[in-house]
Nanobody, 126 residues
Framework: QVQLVESGGGLVQAGGSLRLSCAAS????????VGWFQQAPGKERVFVAT????????YYADSVKGRFTTSRSNAQDTVYLQMNSLKPEDTAVYYCAVKRSRYDGVYYSKMAYDYWGQGTQVTVSS
């Protein structure tokens, strides 16, 4: 069992930045790839970004490429999502999720993930 706690969400004006954190506990964090997903009201949860176990590989949705960056500290059992140049359409609840992986790969399907955090709200005003 892995427990995940997201933090760092809030209200920001368009063009601003936020940094989300996802703190993990319960298992060896470096055994897990991590994904970030967003869910806007009335919409499905969709992929945003993912980072491999070691942090050497990342992959982003086209909608955030060039604006968002994910990184991790396995020493601190924490993953980050740096969000720059925020747009009103980025408004959503953001979730982190982990997948235990034998390989140092990235995963963009939400079906691949084993454990999820409770989410943190990001609201971008125009």
């Amino acid at each position: 069992q892995v427990q995940l706690v997201e933090s760092g969400g809030g209200l920001v004006q368009a063009g601003g930045s936020l940094r989300l954190s996802c703190a993990a506990s319960g298992r060896t964090f470096s055994d897990y790839a991590v994904g970030w997903f967003q869910q806007a009201p009335g919409k499905e949860r969709v992929f945003v970004a993912t980072i491999s176990r070691s942090g050497s590989s990342t992959y982003y949705a086209d909608s955030v490429k060039g604006r968002f960056t994910t990184s991790r500290s396995n020493a601190q059992d924490t993953v980050y999502l740096q969000m720059n140049s925020l747009k009103p359409e980025d408004t959503a609840v953001y979730y982190c999720a982990v997948k235990r992986s034998r390989y140092d790969g990235v995963y963009y399907s939400k079906m691949a993930y084993d454990y999820w955090g409770q989410g943190t709200q990001v609201t971008v005003s125009s």
